[in-house]
């Protein structure tokens, strides 16, 4: 006797990016993250849909969330993330295609600034500043 099986319909890749993103905030809040930005990309950029940076108190502090986050990403994907940036700890990309995490020491960030860089207009200017000025 055979049993018909419902066919389920592919699972939407959007909703696993969805869910990555919120596992990715949850384990930066964990390890007590510091000023954790999450910049939407999807429809603005091509390179991912979310952007998510935050900041470490030291370069050892970086350096443990970015292994977390490393593992994290590897267990729900079964895919090892690119990884930049490991050695010094200051800045570390993690690249996890349609999901992008910065981690900073503070003062690096604050150096680079890339909210402001990837704001799109969606974040307030300081008063008095000028577009196109650095």
């Known amino acids: 006797m055979q049993t018909a099986h419902a066919v389920e ?15 990715i905030l949850t384990q930066l809040d ?15 950029s091509s390179i991912a849909d979310y952007m998510v940076v935050a900041s470490g108190r030291s370069s050892r502090q970086v350096g443990s969330m ?14 090892s993330p690119r990884i930049e940036g490991m050695p010094a700890a200051d800045w570390v990309l993690i690249d ?13 960030r604050s ?9 799109f207009g969606d974040a307030p200017r300081p008063t008095g500043e000028a577009i196109g000025t650095a």
């Open 9 to 23: 319909p592919p699972a939407d890749p959007g909703d696993s990016i969805d869910a990555l993103h919120r596992l």
């Open 30 to 44: 964990d390890d007590q993250a510091v000023e954790t930005v999450s910049i939407p990309l999807a429809g603005k």
């Open 96 to 108: 996890a295609g349609d999901l992008i995490v910065h981690l900073f020491r503070p003062e690096v």
């Open 66 to 79: 970015a292994a977390k986050l490393a593992d994290l990403i590897k267990a729900e994907t079964g895919r």
């Open 111 to 119: 150096f680079y600034n890339l909210e402001r860089m990837w704001a």
